[in-house]
């Protein structure tokens, strides 16, 4: 049996991650590395991950090249958030007939949100027999997935609470300043308008594959401004030294209504000094279904499982847009690749 062949398009902090992690994995090869960057293009692939090692795969900024010469099974995306930088990204893979998995958030259930996008991805993937799915740690799974799974158990079902708070002080220094770390409250306030500050991106698309999963009509998704939280007194990190009112990190909730109540409520919290770190989920329901995962799931490892252990069941799955709910129960793909996917 030969090893899966994957191409890795962009291959920034999370990409460069997923490649490191798929160089050491059996029964899987890096054929193929797609990139924008000026300072990535054209250097080999181990250079731009900083291994010391080549890896033979010259970054290129040409996806149809690097496509029509290699021929992957599957291309992993991780360039972007936003469909409306993504989609066309997405259709330069799919037009290649090669299957997609990628980290774009709102990729995760585009259905509700970019209705539009959704439907032309979906018939484009089916035309070109290509699977395209949106997945990593949240959305994907944290406040998605294993919310679907947990639901398994209940009878009948009135409300749905997720929650996930981080200590941003155990994160990169990008991830600190992502979520305004260290900002006043009115450079907070202004990188929130500006877009500079988006905060987290998916939690409209998590309630509505929960919604869809369950058959639940929602009147509407309600996705609260996003807050930063307030140190109360001085906090810091390895990075950034944080006085009392300043911000600390951010906060923020999304609800799905359904005739007139709140079914479903997600809340996200990542700050420096948070004293918990949790992923907890309640079901309110015959029976109440009460969960907690401490510490949280780490983001980083978290996404880079997903993606890579989604790589057999992408590959199997029929063609079109999934989402996670569309596919078997996650489960890790600890063994050499070609033990659940035979190509
Ligand atoms: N679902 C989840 O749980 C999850 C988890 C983690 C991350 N994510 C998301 O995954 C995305 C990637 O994250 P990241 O931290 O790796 O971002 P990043 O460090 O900014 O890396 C993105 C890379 O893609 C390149 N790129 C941008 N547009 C491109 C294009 N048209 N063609 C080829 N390459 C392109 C960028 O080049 P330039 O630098 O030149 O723009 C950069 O090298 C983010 O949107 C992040 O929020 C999702």
Redesign the pocket.
């Known amino acids: 049996m030969r090893k899966v062949r994957v191409a890795i398009?962009?291959?920034?902090?999370?990409?460069?991650?997923i490649a490191k992690f798929l160089l050491e994995k059996e029964g899987v090869e890096i054929i193929g590395a797609?990139?924008?960057?000026?300072?990535?293009v054209g250097k080999d692939l181990g250079e731009v991950l900083g291994i010391n090692k080549k890896v033979g795969v010259k970054v290129s900024?040409d996806?149809d090249a690097v496509l029509s010469k290699t021929k992957p099974d599957i291309a992993i995306h991780?360039?972007?958030?936003?469909l409306k930088?993504?989609h066309?990204?997405l259709a330069s893979l799919i037009k290649h007939g090669v299957k997609v998995i990628?980290?774009?958030?709102e990729l995760?259930n585009p259905y509700y949100t970019e209705p539009k996008i959704a439907k032309e991805l979906d018939a484009l993937a089916k035309k070109h027999g290509a699977t395209v799915l949106?997945?990593?740690?949240?959305?994907?799974?944290?406040m998605d997935t294993l919310v679907i799974t947990l639901t398994a158990v209940c009878q009948k079902i009135e409300k749905i609470e997720a929650v996930r708070v981080m200590n941003a002080a155990t994160r990169r220094l990008?991830f600190q300043k992502?979520i305004g770390a260290g900002l006043t409250v009115e450079e907070f306030q202004k990188k929130i308008e500006s877009r500079q500050i988006t905060g987290h991106?998916?939690l409209e698309q998590s309630i509505a594959m929960i919604a869809d999963a369950l058959a639940w009509k929602l009147d509407k998704i309600i996705a609260e401004p996003v807050e930063p939280v307030i140190a109360k007194k001085p906090v810091e990190s390895e990075y950034i030294k944080i006085k009392a009112g300043q911000a600390a990190g951010l906060k923020q909730k999304a609800k799905g209504i359904m005739e007139n109540k709140e079914v479903i409520t997600l809340d996200f919290q990542a700050y420096i000094g948070a004293e918990e770190e949790y992923d907890a989920i309640t079901i309110h329901g015959i029976p109440t279904v009460k969960q907690k995962i401490q510490p949280c799931v780490h983001?980083?490892i978290?996404?880079v499982a997903?993606i890579v252990n989604a790589i057999p069941k992408v590959i199997k799955a029929p063609p079109g847009l999934l989402t996670m709910k569309d596919l078997p129960v996650p489960s890790a793909a600890v063994e050499d690749m070609r033990k659940y996917v035979s190509l």
């Open positions: 398009f962009g291959v920034g902090a999370v990409g460069s991650l797609i990139d924008i960057a000026k300072d990535k900024d996806v991780a360039t972007s958030s936003f930088d993504t066309q990204q990628s980290t774009c958030e995760s949106g997945t990593g740690i949240n959305p994907g799974f944290l990008p992502k991106v998916g983001g980083d978290g996404t997903m």
